[in-house]
Every structure is written in C-alpha cells, then in structure tokens.
C-alpha cells in the first residue's frame, strides 16, 4: 500500500463546478500536510498547507480528517486556469523529517 | 523571489555515461534534495542534503550518488547511465529553521533525462 494515496483521475469539468479531491496516508505519525499544484512540464508549487480546523484560501478549501487519515482539497466555481496536477504531501517525523508525495490528481477544466 | 536552478531541461545520454545534474538555490537553504518523477509514481526521494558535505539516501539511491560541496549547490551523478533512469530530475531545496520539516520546498524547473 502506498503511504499516500490519491484518486489519478482525470477529472474533467465544466468551468464554474466544484470539484474535491481526496488523499489518504497510511502513517498516522504524520504530521504536517500540503496540496501542492503542478502545471504540465513545470515545477510543483506550493498550493496550501492544510491545517486541523480546516483552511480556505479564495476558492480553495483543504480540509484534514486525522481519525480517518484524509485530507481534501475543494475548488469552488473552477476556471481554466485550475487545469492541473494536485498533488497531496504528507511529512513525517521520523527522526528526521521526511516528506511524502501522492501521485498526483489531473484535472481539466473546459469551457 | 526564490530560485532554485537546474544545469539542463533537457538531456539526452547514452548507456554507461556518466551523468551530473546540477542544482543551484539562493535562499540559503540548508536542506536541498533530489527526487525523480514517473507518471503513476509521483516524486520519489533519492537522496537529500540537510548540509554542505552531508547527505542522506532516500527512497531510491541505487545507482546514484550525490555532492555537496558547497551550501547553494547540489549535485546529482549518475555513475553509469541505465535506460531505467530515463526520468524528470527534480531538485528542491528547504529552510530548516525549526518548523523543521513544515517548511515549504522550493522546486527547480526539472532536467529530462533520456537515457538511450
């Protein structure tokens, strides 16, 4: 099983929907979490971090179930610009820290 | 604004080169890293460096090795060119400070290494 999952998708969209993506981790010693986002043949980016109480950043809300081990990501009201790969991160404290990266979630958003 | 900086976008190499990839950052970051990208598998660790001259084996180290030398630059080499490691090459680089490993990493723009 890998240590951090996500759905590879495609997710195909109207502009204008709402679309969530999910991300489960197996270690339940993890401690930090991110969405990162990265465009076709770029670099990933730091999206959000993803908190306890759940955190919203305009249309971007990321949420953090630590009993269930997922975090979710919500794209309000998507543009075109949203097309990308969503990647969801996990960091452990294992001594030293070690980061985790999911495979990745593609989305597309169309007109 | 940040930067990290990878020597090639592109690279090309035939079986049994020896191959460096190079990483250069400006933040004064003390953790730099290495991973690869494969579709399906998402960004694997290969090794890291939490400071010049130390380095860490990652998830998968085998037939790489890597140098730092110097805080903003990291090295990585591959000895002898295997068609396996046909790959996207990403360097990122971390502060440490003590949030530790909550920080934020900082990508360069990836090397595609084709190995023929």
């Known amino acids: 099983r890998k240590e951090v999952e996500q759905d590879p998708g495609p997710f195909n969209v109207p502009e204008g929907a709402t679309v969530a993506f999910n991300c489960t981790y197996s270690?339940?010693?993890?401690?930090?979490f991110f969405w990162y986002r990265q465009d076709c043949r770029k670099e990933p980016k730091l999206l959000m971090s993803v908190y306890s109480s759940g955190n919203e950043d305009g249309r971007f809300t990321a949420q953090l179930n630590r009993a269930s081990q997922y975090i979710s990501l919500l794209i309000r009201d998507s543009k075109l610009s949203d097309s990308a790969t969503y990647l969801c991160?996990?960091?452990?404290?294992?001594?030293?820290?070690?980061?985790?990266f999911g495979a990745g979630t593609r989305l597309f958003v169309k007109a | 604004d940040v930067k990290v900086t990878q020597s090639s976008r592109y690279l090309v190499k035939r079986t049994g080169e020896k191959v460096f990839l190079e990483c250069v950052q400006d933040?004064?970051?003390?953790?730099m890293f290495w991973y690869r990208q494969d579709p399906g598998l998402g960004l694997r660790l290969i090794y890291f460096?939490?400071?010049?001259?130390?380095?860490e084996k990652g998830d998968i180290p085998e037939g790489y090795s890597v140098s730092r030398e110097k805080k903003e630059r990291f090295s990585l080499i591959l000895e002898s060119a295997s068609t396996n490691q046909t790959s996207m090459y990403l360097c990122?680089?971390?502060?440490?400070?003590?949030?530790?490993?909550?920080?934020?990493?900082?990508f360069g723009p990836g090397t595609r290494l084709t190995v023929l």
């Open positions: 991160v996990v960091t452990l404290n294992t001594g030293g820290f070690k980061t985790i």
């Open positions: 933040m004064d970051h003390e953790n």
């Open positions: 460096s939490y400071d010049v001259k130390m380095k």
């Open positions: 990122a680089s971390r502060t440490s400070g003590l949030a530790g490993g909550t920080d934020t990493q900082y």
């Open positions: 270690n339940s010693a993890s401690q930090s």
